[in-house]
């Protein structure tokens, strides 16, 4: 049996935010949650993020901005890992997209710690059931 191999999907249907992508038959599909990644014509990159299969070599994509501009058969790249923040001191009061990237004017974040945005919630254990001031930096 031949290995499968993340190759590039093309755009088959947009219904708003909502962004239909079909791979290659033999292609491995993206996994749920993962980010993938089109290329506008304007040279800007719009990320999407896998939410459903739904048969026939098909996912359902959500846009993390607006689909203006996009069209049938343009190509989509599965960028192997799902959407992630920022983590370090260098975040507190500063503004961010829901893709990571800094929309306050400042120049983008320096580090090398990022958590994905779906991720297990903290474990019992680590809860606390006392009052804390919480340092958000804003």
């Not at 239909?20 to 292609?27: G, I, L």
């Not at 993390?64 to 599965?78: A, F, K, N």
Request: some cysteine; proline content about 8%; hydrophobic content about 35%.
């Amino acid at each position: 049996m031949a290995t499968k191999v993340k190759k590039p999907g093309r755009i088959a249907q947009i219904i708003g935010p909502v962004i239909d992508v079909t791979f290659d038959p033999d292609a491995e599909l993206p996994d749920i949650h993962e980010a993938l990644s089109i290329k506008r014509d304007n040279g800007e990159e719009l990320i999407i993020e896998c939410q459903q299969e739904i048969g026939e070599a098909t996912i359902r994509t959500i846009a993390m901005d607006s689909t203006d501009g996009l069209y049938r058969g343009m190509e989509v790249t599965p960028l192997g890992r799902p959407i992630s923040m920022p983590v370090s001191d260098e975040v507190r009061g500063r503004l961010f997209n829901v893709i990571g990237k800094t929309i306050d004017g400042l120049p983008e974040i320096k580090t090398k710690k990022y958590y994905p945005i779906h991720r297990e919630p903290p474990k019992f254990e680590q809860l606390t059931t006392y009052t804390e001031i919480l340092y958000t930096g804003i």
